[in-house]
């Protein structure tokens, strides 16, 4: 055997395992997902849904219920923006944020 061939051989396993590792813990860190950013969604999501039937039993876009329904929708939309935010460590405006903020 040529020792060219097995430092060759050891190099690239070295570079698989390294991008395979790196990779891994990307993955891990898109999907540790915060529950502030859970409960958020989750609540954005139910009061959507309220609306959606408020919209479907007829109500409509000038009415007071609708009106509500809405404007509850916006307020869980923004603070689900903001824990968003928060959680990748981003402003408003799209820069990153220091981590000591």
């Known amino acids: 055997m040529q020792w060219l061939t097995l430092i060759s051989t050891v190099v690239g396993a070295a ?6 590792m790196l990779l891994e813990r990307q993955r891990w860190r898109r999907e540790r997902a915060d529950r502030g950013v859970v409960d958020a969604s989750e609540d954005a999501f139910r009061r959507l849904r309220d609306l959606r039937d408020r919209v479907m039993e007829g109500a409509l876009a000038t009415e007071p219920v609708y009106l509500e ?30 981590d000591g903020r």
């Open 15 to 20: 570079i698989a395992t390294g991008s395979a």
């Open 69 to 98: 329904g809405r404007r509850s929708y916006d307020d869980a939309l923004a603070l689900l923006r903001a824990r968003m935010r928060e959680d990748l460590r981003v402003s408003d405006d799209g820069t990153a944020l220091s």
